[in-house]
């Protein structure tokens, strides 16, 4: 139970509703059990009449009395039932919808690195099934403990002021009923938490078999995909009918003893009854109360069971909500960036992995000017794009943008102001409008930013083409899209905000080189007074830049402008000539 302390901040927000929940409950409860000695004045007004000689038309109008005494209070006890289940269960919806946004919340704080570590259907089995699990505690498991307490108090109350002996008979199957319901909930708890991580593991399966379809079919692999997700089935059954075992065993042996209840009423009951210590009416009054516990009192199991799945997922849901950021800010302040950076012997080294990305790397980009960085593929050349966006945190040395350590500018104003296309492609399940228009807050979606920056991202006359144009919708992670077409854009959704700090992360590589010539001729007019990061391994793409750094192995290895580098004849130089060959055929 430790587990679901945390959902005690909920309920003491919703307390209102919980107490008003609550007292419904004891009304419910009150009117149920005060209906039931009325039982037992029919029968014993019955074996009196009969002794009495009361005419049959007196006997009917006392027993209508009687019976109109119990229908009211039994539709009372229904309508406090209703209003119960109007507030605890709504309470629990309610819980469940302010959980999921906490949940999602956090999953936004949280940096690249939690994200890389973790998988995409795990999270959202955490944050849809998990979350369930949590629900059903705070709704259904609270609502039938509440009804449970109320009702054994009053009957066994009720039952004590009726025959003390009676009821300690009637009551001695239950210290066996706790037992049992002890050692069998630690059993469920840790059942349940092997059905939630098996069901977590079909989930990202799943997940990634459809994201990866093309894949899949293009090396033919649906097959073994098809027999390895049976495997998985098959282990998420095997789990789930352990614990179903285990749970089907607990509720006949919790009907058992109840049973044993019954007979020791009817048994004693007699007993007392034949030596007049109680009436023949109590036996009948005592069996009702008796069955009235039947059902709270079976319940406990199903209810244990529900207590203990919620513990379990809201175990795992705390897991990556006692997840903090690596990420975060110093400032929450709002300001203006200008655009100067300065790398001061940067080194970093990929946390989880432990490659060295960057070695004591140092450079400047003066505010309002370009620079480009080249080099083979595992350079360094993207960990210098994710550096500046603040995705990581260098490992040693430091990062200034403005004259200012980045860690001491909030990363919302830093990011808000940056402009980035980046070289794996991102494109949402959405309307091409809508992806262009991502960057920027709802009052500057304007349909003419849109077509603009479709324009000179050189992406308008695709669009257009299309037949719902500029709504057209993308399929998940823009799959409908050719790689060109999904990274030009990227660059127009990374240009619409018209940032004063661009970084284009080889977003040109699935590019022709005309439509290459016409999109850096644009972005050449639009980051006129702003400063831009070009990234690539093509020389078409960074020849134009104010400076040029060559990565090698986390290092710069040269820079200077296009022409200084030619002239200096080294690894820039030997790259143009060998790109000058492969243009050549």
């Not at 037992?179 to 630690?186: K, M, P």
């Not at 009948?284 to 059902?295: P, S």
């Not at 709270?296 to 799945?309: D, E, F, K, Y």
């Amino acid at each position: 139970m430790g587990s679901l302390k945390h959902i005690n901040k909920y309920l003491y927000k919703y307390r209102f509703r919980l107490l008003l929940g609550i007292f419904f409950v004891g009304i419910s409860n009150y009117f149920a059990v005060n209906a039931v000695p009325y039982i037992r004045l029919t029968i014993d007004y019955l074996k009196t009449s009969l002794l009495a000689g009361i005419s049959p038309s007196d006997s009917y109008h006392q027993l209508f009395t009687y019976g109109m005494y119990m229908l009211g209070y039994a539709a009372l006890s229904g309508f406090f039932l209703f209003l119960m289940r109007q507030t605890i269960i709504v309470m629990s919806r309610m819980i469940e919808y302010d959980l999921k946004n906490e949940i999602y919340a956090h999953y936004q704080k949280l940096d690249t690195a939690f994200y890389k570590r973790n998988n995409t259907g795990d999270m959202m089995n955490r944050i849809s099934e998990d979350v369930g699990k949590v629900r059903m505690y705070v709704g259904p498991a609270i609502m039938y403990i509440l009804n449970t307490s109320f009702l054994f108090v009053l009957t066994i109350t009720v039952m004590f002021q009726v025959d003390v002996k009676l009821t300690l008979f009637v009551l001695i199957p239950l210290p066996l009923l706790a037992i049992s319901i002890y050692f069998v909930s630690n059993t469920i708890n840790k059942k349940s938490t092997k059905v939630q991580q098996q069901l977590s593991g079909i989930t990202t399966q799943t997940q990634e078999v459809f994201s990866g379809i093309r894949v899949l079919k293009a090396y033919g692999r649906e097959k073994y995909f098809i027999d390895d997700f049976e495997r998985q089935s098959n282990n998420y059954k095997k789990e789930t009918m352990d614990l179903v075992k285990v749970e089907s065993l607990f509720q006949p042996f919790m009907i058992l003893l109840i049973g044993l209840s019954t007979l020791f009423t009817l048994y004693i009951g007699g007993m007392q009854a034949i030596h007049g210590k109680i009436t023949y009416g109590n036996i009948a009054e005592f069996i009702v109360y008796v069955n009235r516990l039947t059902w709270p009192i079976a319940s406990l199991g199903w209810v244990t069971s529900l207590i203990q799945r919620a513990a379990a997922s809201q175990t795992r849901i705390n897991e990556f909500l006692h997840t903090q950021p690596e990420i975060t800010s110093k400032s929450i302040e709002t300001e203006i960036i200008k655009g100067s950076i300065e790398f001061k012997n940067v080194t970093f080294i990929y946390p989880d992995s432990g490659i060295k990305a960057l070695n004591n790397v140092s450079f400047e980009i003066p505010m309002g000017s370009s620079i480009a960085i080249i080099g083979r593929t595992g350079s360094g050349k993207s960990t210098i794009a994710n550096l500046i966006g603040r995705l990581y945190d260098a490992s040693s040395g430091e990062i200034l943008i403005d004259h200012k350590n980045i860690k001491n500018i909030s990363l919302s104003s830093l990011r808000s102001q940056i402009g980035y296309a980046p070289q794996e492609v991102i494109l949402f399940s959405d309307s091409i409008s809508h992806n262009i228009a991502f960057s920027i807050d709802e009052d500057q979606q304007k349909e003419d930013a849109i077509i603009q920056a479709a324009k000179d991202a050189a992406i308008f006359s695709n669009i257009i083409g299309f037949k719902d144009q500029f709504e057209t919708i993308v399929g998940e992670r823009g799959i409908t899209l050719s790689g060109g077409q999904k990274q030009r854009i990227s660059i127009a959704r990374a240009i619409i905000k018209k940032p004063q700090l661009m970084i284009f992360d080889d977003c040109l590589s699935a590019v022709d080189t005309e439509t290459e010539e016409e999109i850096l001729n644009n972005l050449k007019r639009l980051m006129t007074n702003k400063t831009s990061l070009l990234i690539s391994h093509r020389i078409s793409t960074v020849k134009n830049a104010d400076n040029i750094l060559v990565l090698d192995k986390g290092e710069i290895i040269e820079h200077g402008n296009h022409q200084q580098l030619i002239e200096k004849q080294g690894s820039y130089y030997d790259l143009y000539k060998m790109q000058l060959l492969e243009d050549e055929k």
